[in-house]
């Protein structure tokens, strides 16, 4: 059974980098059929994606974050990561991975996610 | 990307039907959008409950159905019932981008 698991700092101060990794396991995070995403939650509010990256390395991101964003994989840990430089309060959320079934374009498997806090 | 956009709130009584719809703006016009729909109960990971507009995975209740007609999707929930009360969130996918609503929050009276 697929299983993704969120991992890093709680507390990042402002102006630093938040760095996130997910690790995965029950799969192989090189199957040919899936990209593996972030989506982010600020406290009382919706979902923001953050970006997808394919196996080969291939990312997209959102267009009004991808000045600060950075995914990147390592399919030797089977683990994807995320980082943020820049950081302010507006990057206070929960961080969740998941992962993207590419032929119908749907997030079928999430992980727990993880709070992040920025502090001043 | 996409623009999706959802009513803040839906309300209905204990086996009534609701209907949430979702707009889409995207800039891109000839790609195919992939459109789910998530629902999200307080402190928990979101959960997928129609993908491709109208098809259900595997364990989730017939009662959820989706479909779409040009730019609007839109999620149907029959015989509402208590633990129907969550968030959902409809979502898109075009050429390897995603994005999502606002969310609606559905309550149930």
């Known amino acids: 059974q697929l299983q993704l698991q969120e991992s890093g700092p709680g507390l990042v101060k402002a102006s630093e980098t938040l760095s996130l990794t997910c690790s995965v396991s029950?799969?192989?995070?090189?199957?040919?059929?899936?990209?593996w995403g972030w989506i982010r939650q600020p406290p009382g509010k919706g979902l923001q994606w953050i970006g997808n990256?394919?196996?080969?390395?291939?990312?997209y991101y959102n267009i009004s974050l991808q000045s600060r964003v950075t995914i990147s994989v390592d399919t030797s840990k089977n683990q994807f990561s995320l980082k943020v430089s820049s950081v302010t309060a507006a990057d206070t959320a929960m961080y969740y991975c998941?992962?993207?079934?590419?032929?119908?374009?749907?997030?079928?498997?999430w992980g727990r996610g993880t709070m992040v806090t920025v502090t001043s | 990307q996409s623009a999706l956009t959802q009513p803040a709130s839906v309300s209905g009584s204990p086996g009534q039907s609701i209907t949430i719809y979702c707009t889409e703006t995207?800039?891109?016009?000839?790609?195919?959008?992939?459109v789910s729909w998530y629902q999200q109960h307080p402190g928990k990971a979101p959960k997928l409950i129609i993908y491709?507009?109208?098809s259900r995975p595997s364990g989730v209740s017939s009662r959820f159905s989706g479909s779409k007609s040009g730019n609007t999707a839109s999620l149907t929930i029959s015989g509402l019932q208590a633990e129907d009360e969550a968030d959902y969130y409809c979502?898109?996918?075009?050429?390897?981008?995603?994005?999502f609503g606002s969310g609606t929050r559905v309550t149930v009276l």
């Open positions: 998941a992962r993207l079934f590419d032929d119908l374009g749907d997030y079928r498997h």
């Open positions: 029950g799969g192989s995070i090189d199957s040919s059929s899936y990209y």
């Open positions: 491709d507009a109208s």
């Open positions: 979502g898109s996918y075009t050429s390897s981008s995603s994005s």
């Open positions: 995207s800039s891109d016009i000839y790609g195919y959008h992939y």
């Open positions: 990256i394919y196996y080969t390395g291939s990312t």
